[in-house]
T-cell receptor, first 113, second 115 residues
């Protein structure tokens, strides 16, 4: 059930681009993306619900493939403020009709000047 | 500031101690969650409260005991913990019972060290 993220870590220079992938062996209902800076709370970035969907947030965008088994997060012209650990999560129904967000293991992104 | 506040931010406790973690949200959300974040491991859901009703997560040891007195407050009572319970404990809230199309708001967490 846990989505798999790749790569585990990325080191970039400011201005470079990065792609973070999140994949599953089964179709996902939706994909959530969060960023967590060291010592801070994870912060919501975006949700993708539909196969083939693409969504943007300033220079951070994401896609969800048609089969809904893979999502990619794109960071273009990276800024120092983009550093942190990025998590993808997917809702899973477990008991009593409630859902939980199951997260990938995270991708640590380091942006150097 | 996400609207979810956790206290304390740091806690060191012995294995025989009893302590409590507190979470508070004034976002009007009706679901609250406890997550555990260990080094090099993904975020793990511990408990869910929806409309103040607890949804059990049977894999969590009984030394962790949640309490939700109202929709704005959530506690995690700790007793006779083990060193491997040392982790960052995150509280989150959301609107609705599920995550299908709503985001979760996380607190900054309590860094717990068990000695």
């Amino acid at each position: 059930q846990q989505p798999v993220q790749s790569p585990q870590a990325v080191i970039l220079r400011e201005g470079e681009d990065a792609v973070i992938n999140c994949s599953s062996s089964k179709a996902l209902y939706s994909v959530h993306w969060y960023r967590q800076k060291h010592g801070e709370a994870p912060v919501f970035l975006m949700i993708l619900l539909k196969g083939g969907e693409q969504k943007g947030h300033e220079k951070i965008s994401a896609s969800f493939n048609e089969k809904k088994q893979q999502s990619s997060l794109y960071l273009t012209a990276s800024q120092l403020s983009y550093s942190g650990t990025y998590f993808c999560g997917t809702p899973v129904t477990f008991i009593q009709g409630a859902q939980k967000l199951v997260f990938g293991q995270g991708t640590r992104l380091t942006i150097n000047p | 500031e996400t609207g979810v506040t956790q206290t304390p931010r740091h806690l060191v406790m012995g294995m025989t101690n009893k302590k409590s973690l507190k979470c508070e949200q004034h976002l009007g959300h009706n679901a609250m969650y406890w997550y555990k974040q260990s080094a090099k491991k993904p975020l793990e859901l511990m408990f869910v409260y929806s409309l103040e009703e607890r949804v059990e997560n049977n894999s969590v040891p009984s030394r962790f005991s949640p309490e939700c007195p109202n929709s704005s407050h959530l506690f995690l009572h700790l007793h006779t913990l083990q060193p491997e319970d040392s982790a960052l404990y995150l509280c989150a809230s959301s609107q609705g019972k599920g995550y299908m199309n709503t985001e979760a708001f996380f607190g900054q967490g309590t860094r717990l060290t068990v000695v």
